[in-house]
C-alpha cells in the first residue's frame, strides 16, 4: 500500500472537503487537516486553495494528484504481476462501458471471465462515450469498453467486435412502404437519437456530414440515454431512430421493428477495448482482455487497423 499521508490527500482531493474525508477515512478532522499541512512543508507548495465551499486543488495539487494516482495504479499492476506466476489471477478489475455493449456484450463477456477466474472482483461504471473515456483518463477504471470514436493519443484502442449502425421503424412507419428509402426519405421522418456524447450518435452525425447533410435537417422530437429508450419510443411510433444491430436482433426477428434499407446511412462500425499508453497490462486486467479478444482470433495487444 503507499504511504497513507497519499491516500488521505487522494480522499480529500475526491471528496473536496475535510469533514467528509475524515469520515470516510475514520479519522478527526484535525488529523486530516495535519496529513494535508504535512504533506505540503514536505513538498514546499500547497496543493489546495481553501475556500467556503471546499477544498480544490489548485495546478500543483492537479498534477501531484496525477502522480499519486500513478504510484497507486502501479502498486496494484505489481500486485497483479506477483500473484500471476503462481496460477492466482484474483483482485479488482474497474471497467467503464457504454450502455450498448454493457446490454448487449459485456453479460457474455463477464460470464465467461468470472467462469475461469472466479477470484476476480470487476466493478462497472456505464455512461457514453465520453463519460467513459473521461474515467479512463482519470484513471477511475482500468478499462473501457465502447461503441464510440476515439482517438487521444494516451489512449491504446483494440477492436473487439464490429457492428453496424442502422436505421429502425415501427411496422406501421410510413417508410417501410418505401422499397428502397433514399436519404431524404429518412430525414422527413421524425427522430429519436441517443444523447450528445453517445457513440452511436457520433458516428451517425459525422457520416451525415460526409454526405453533405446539415444537421439542421434532422426533425430531432426526442433525446433518451438508452439503445432501450430509443427502441420502445419507435415501436410506439414516436419516429424512426438508429441504434446498433445487435441492440435490435430480437426485436427485428419478432417483426416489432423493421429496418430502413437506405445503405448510405447503414455504418460498419467496431466496438473498442481502451487503455492507457504505458506497460502492457499485467494480472487480472491482462487476462480480462485475453477473455475478451479470443472469439476474434487476435493477439489482444497488438495495434488494430
Known amino acids: 500500500m503507499m504511504d497513507y499521508r497519499l491516500h488521505v490527500f487522494r480522499k480529500v482531493a475526491e ?30 507548495v500547497p496543493l489546495f486553495v481553501r475556500t467556503a465551499r471546499g477544498m480544490v486543488l489548485n495546478q500543483s495539487g492537479i498534477l501531484y494528484l496525477q502522480h499519486v494516482q500513478q504510484i497507486a495504479q502501479a502498486h496494484e499492476n505489481v500486485a497483479q504481476q506477483l500473484q500471476a506466476p503462481a496460477g492466482v489471477h484474483a483482485g479488482r478489475l474497474r471497467l467503464g462501458s457504454n450502455k450498448t455493449v454493457l446490454a448487449y456484450c459485456l453479460p457474455d463477456i463477464l460470464a465467461r471471465f468470472k467462469m475461469r477466474y472466479p477470484s476476480a472482483v470487476c466493478e462497472i461504471i456505464d455512461g457514453n462515450t465520453d463519460t467513459i473515456v473521461g474515467a479512463l483518463l482519470d484513471q477511475r477504471i482500468d478499462l473501457a469498453l465502447i461503441e464510440g470514436p476515439c482517438r487521444r493519443p494516451e489512449i491504446q484502442i483494440r477492436t473487439f467486435l464490429e457492428d453496424e449502425i442502422i436505421w429502425i421503424a415501427s411496422p406501421h412507419d410510413p417508410l417501410v412502404r418505401i422499397r428502397h428509402p433514399q436519404i431524404s426519405d429518412v430525414l422527413s421522418r421524425p427522430v429519436i437519437v441517443r444523447e450528445t456524447g453517445a457513440g452511436s450518435r457520433q458516428f451517425m452525425e459525422r457520416e451525415l456530414r460526409h454526405l453533405r447533410v446539415p444537421m439542421a435537417r434532422l426533425k430531432i422530437v426526442q433525446e433518451i440515454p438508452s439503445p432501450e429508450g430509443i427502441k420502445r419510443l ?3 411510433g414516436l419516429g424512426i431512430g438508429y441504434v446498433f444491430r445487435i441492440s435490435v436482433e430480437q426485436e427485428l426477428a419478432a417483426g416489432k421493428l423493421v429496418k430502413i434499407n437506405c445503405p448510405k446511412l447503414c455504418i460498419k462500425r467496431p466496438f473498442s477495448l481502451l487503455f492507457p499508453q504505458g506497460p502492457t497490462p499485467l494480472g487480472i486486467t491482462q487476462a480480462f482482455i485475453q477473455v475478451l479478444m479470443e472469439k476474434r482470433g487476435r493477439n489482444p495487444i497488438a495495434p488494430s487497423h
Open 234 to 236: 419507435v415501436a410506439a
Open 15 to 44: 471528496l473536496q472537503n475535510i469533514t467528509k474525508a475524515a469520515r470516510v477515512l475514520h479519522l478527526s478532522q484535525p488529523a486530516v487537516t495535519k496529513h494535508i499541512q504535512l504533506l505540503e512543508e514536505k513538498l514546499r
